[in-house]
């Protein structure tokens, strides 16, 4: 079992070295905390979407109970000391997830000495005519081909569920979030840039009814496990 709670800030500027350091020390104190991902912006191309700079910084945090969760952003929690000064007028937003993962056929990483693999993050702010036949369908559609991808090395989709927050950022809704992992920006753009894609983008025209659009970002992402 896993739950994920998802932060993002929407701001000018790239956090400075030393709030970074700071972050990683806070999340390295929050209890029951299974695994914490930090993204920060990188560069990748795709056939089909440009939506623009990607967001300074993005969390998502993996917990094993959704009472952990909820301990953590309650008054008092652990994640009450996530202040970034140089991120203070940002708007930031939260939601919880139920995190699903999928098969790839070669999950190791092989990323440089010294670099960080590449997610590419996409929300689905919705909502859906019918939120069950659209979760049925892209849940059962797209991980299949999510996994031909060249040189995929992660697959998961989040979605939401009810949770109690005392954090001070706003509360998101998002019907779905879905994220693919690489070794690197070069290699997502290489995937991106597949044969697949298209099949993927068909896939995309099938969907049930929805609005809200969606969002795709390439992100840098780290990985600290407490």
């Known amino acids: 079992m896993s739950f994920a709670l998802v932060l993002f800030y929407d701001g000018a500027g790239a956090v400075p070295p030393d709030e970074m350091a700071a972050l990683r020390k806070v999340l390295a104190s929050v209890p029951a905390l299974e695994e914490a991902l930090i993204f920060t912006p990188a560069t990748a191309s795709d056939l089909y979407t440009d939506d623009g700079a990607a967001p300074p910084l993005g969390l998502q945090l993996h917990f094993n109970r959704l009472?952990?969760?909820e301990a953590a952003a309650g008054q008092g929690g652990a994640l009450q000391g996530l202040a970034l000064p140089s991120l203070a007028g940002?708007?930031?937003t939260a939601q919880a997830f139920w995190r699903r993962e999928y098969p790839v056929d070669d999950a190791v990483l092989r990323t440089a000495p010294g670099a960080l693999p590449c997610s590419y993050v996409v929300h689905y702010p919705g909502p859906a005519s019918d939120l069950n036949a659209w979760l049925d369908h892209y849940i059962t559609g797209h991980p299949p081909l999510f996994r031909r991808l060249p040189g995929i090395r992660g697959i998961e989709i989040l979605t939401r569920v009810d949770w109690v927050s005392h954090l001070p950022h706003a509360r998101a809704d998002h019907m779905q979030r879905n994220r693919v992992m690489f070794?690197?920006?070069e290699a997502l753009t290489a995937?991106?840039?597949s044969p697949v894609r298209h099949e993927l983008r068909a896939d995309f025209h099938s969907f049930p009814p929805f609005e809200g659009g969606n969002a795709h970002f390439p992100m840098w992402t780290e990985a600290l496990r407490p």
């Open 67 to 69: 009472e952990d969760l």
């Open 90 to 92: 940002a708007r930031a």
């Open 191 to 193: 995937a991106l840039q």
């Open 183 to 185: 070794d690197s920006a």
